[in-house]
């Protein structure tokens, strides 16, 4: 099996679909979330605007979405906006830090649909 092989198995059939789901998901999570935050729903299914929103939920400029773009500035920069989107929520570091950063579909989901609220630090 060569390469072209794999690749054409990994993005066809289970792998496509789990890719979707995941998406699917994902988009759903953040849905919630941006519902709660009092902005429209919509705006998660637009992957560039979601970013854009989320940074704004986290209380800072639209902006700062650009330092996305710095090799390593993009990693820190993605754990200060899941520490400030979980502290927006009432949720602490280490929840931030595990299920908004590291595993953001399972921490969407829990501050989407779960009872904390939001509120501007």
């Known amino acids: 099996m060569d390469l072209n ?24 999570a953040l849905w919630k979330v941006f519902s709660k935050a009092g902005y429209p729903g919509i705006l998660a299914l ?15 400029s639209g902006w700062f979405v650009l330092l996305y773009l710095i090799p390593i500035v993009n990693i820190v920069f993605a754990i200060v906006v899941a520490v400030k989107q ?20 399972i921490g969407n989901l829990i501050i989407g649909f779960g009872s904390s609220t939001y509120r501007q630090v």
């Open 86 to 105: 979980g502290a927006n929520f009432g949720k602490g570091g280490a929840f931030s830090f595990f299920l908004l950063w590291l595993i953001p579909i």
């Open 46 to 60: 637009i992957p560039i605007v979601n970013i854009i929103f989320l940074v704004k939920i986290a209380g800072m």
């Open 5 to 28: 092989d794999y690749a054409a198995q990994v993005f066809s059939g289970t792998g496509g679909i789990l890719i979707l789901v995941l998406y699917v998901l994902y988009a759903v």
